[in-house]
């Protein structure tokens, strides 16, 4: 740290991302990504033109895109707001909304607690219950912006659209955020409830279900106003923030509605196949609609599991927090990386 950096950030804690190694070649399932390449469709958007193109600022209002997500999800441009990763929006969320303070599960997305402090915002971490579920009943009359991930991470469990009902009409005055990064892989999004809340806004990604993770492209649905209020915020603090070649990319993912479906089949597919398998070997698998699980094994620790999958070549995801540290999240892979995790678990446990 230098002497000069801001007194308000030498406490804070930065996020930490999972780790993206350089070194040797990982089975990696520690950062929910998705194991199959973009659409055909998005490299084919991606040509030597449209790179020569990079001269020049891309648009704005990134207008191609926000039509093109508009139309498919069946709302006006004017509902729709992109983003430089869903991690932007949010940012943008709690530079708006984060007045009165926000609130969250204590066990949710990691970035939650860091963008309150690097905003100057109370956060404030409401517990889970025993068994990992949000309790509804302390979201009620809160007083204070609220942010649920849902499904949750790194828990995988998702709420139903009644209990998000619940939420919205008990905080009339507030703005509900509803996180629906990992909504594609079974759950069921808020979107139907768009018209009817004027308080709730829906936080969507191309990271996971669109295989887009390094093109950074998130994407919010709201009421009119709420957007308008999004873009207050980036207008004064990043008007380019979708790159030309990103917005193509995501135009053309989202027109290929085929390929995104076979995508997330394949690894519903897959989380049921790799459920069964660890559950067969001892583990606690919470109940997940995600690209990914939590699962505990039996027979030793958290610490141990992740340790020893790592030295196999293994990446998985694993927090040294009470409450979860018994626990790993593991990203379902292709077929093949999640058959060999399987194979290394029996090694491991001897088995
Ligand atoms: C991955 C993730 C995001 C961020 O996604 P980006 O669009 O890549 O920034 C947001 N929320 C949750 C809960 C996530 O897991």
């Known amino acids: 740290m230098s002497r000069f950096l801001a007194e308000k950030y030498q406490g804070m804690e930065p996020y930490t991302p999972g780790e993206q190694p350089q070194d040797r070649k990982y089975i990696k399932l520690n950062t929910n990504e998705s194991p199959y390449p973009p659409s055909p469709k998005v ?19 990134a207008k191609l ?32 909304f984060g007045q009165k303070g926000i609130c969250y599960p204590s066990i949710s997305y990691g970035f939650y607690p860091v963008f309150s402090e690097i905003f100057g915002v109370k956060g404030q971490a409401i517990p889970l219950k025993e068994d990992f579920t949000i309790c509804i009943d302390d979201y009620k009359n809160v007083g204070k912006s609220i942010v649920i991930a849902n499904p949750n991470a790194p828990t995988g469990i998702c709420l139903t659209l009644e209990q998000i009902e619940e939420i919205l009409q008990a905080n009339p005055n507030d703005v509900v955020m509803i996180d629906e990064a990992y909504v594609d892989f079974g759950a069921v999004s808020a979107l139907p409830l768009l018209e009817k809340y004027d308080n709730l806004m829906i936080i969507q990604t191309f990271s996971k279900s ?33 790159n030309r ?50 699962a505990k094994p ?27 540290e018994d626990y790993v999240r593991i990203t379902i ?9 399987v194979q290394i678990t029996k090694e491991i446990l001897q088995v």
């Open 65 to 96: 895109l926000v039509q093109a997500m508009a139309k498919h999800y069946g709302l006006l441009p004017s509902q729709v707001m992109v983003g430089n990763g869903s991690d932007e929006i949010l940012a943008f969320c709690y530079m708006a």
């Open 333 to 341: 892979g292709s077929e093949e990386e999640m058959e060999a995790l």
């Open 43 to 61: 490299i084919e958007a991606i040509n030597a033109e449209e790179v020569s193109k990079l001269r020049l600022y891309p648009d704005p209002e």
């Open 298 to 324: 039996s027979a030793i620790s958290g610490t141990e599991y992740f340790t020893r999958l790592r030295q196999a070549g293994v990446l998985v995801r694993h927090w040294n927090k009470p409450l979860i």
């Open 210 to 242: 669109r295989s887009l993770a390094g093109g950074r492209l998130g994407f919010a649905f709201a009421s009119e106003e709420l957007i308008e209020d999004l873009n207050k915020m980036k207008f004064s603090f990043n008007p380019y923030n979708i």
């Open 245 to 294: 070649l990103t917005m193509l990319a995501g135009v053309a993912a989202i027109e290929d509605q085929a390929y995104f479906e076979q995508c997330s089949a394949r690894i519903q597919k897959t989380r049921a196949y790799t459920t069964q398998a660890l559950q067969a070997l001892g583990f606690t698998v919470l109940p997940s609609m995600a690209n990914f699980i939590f």
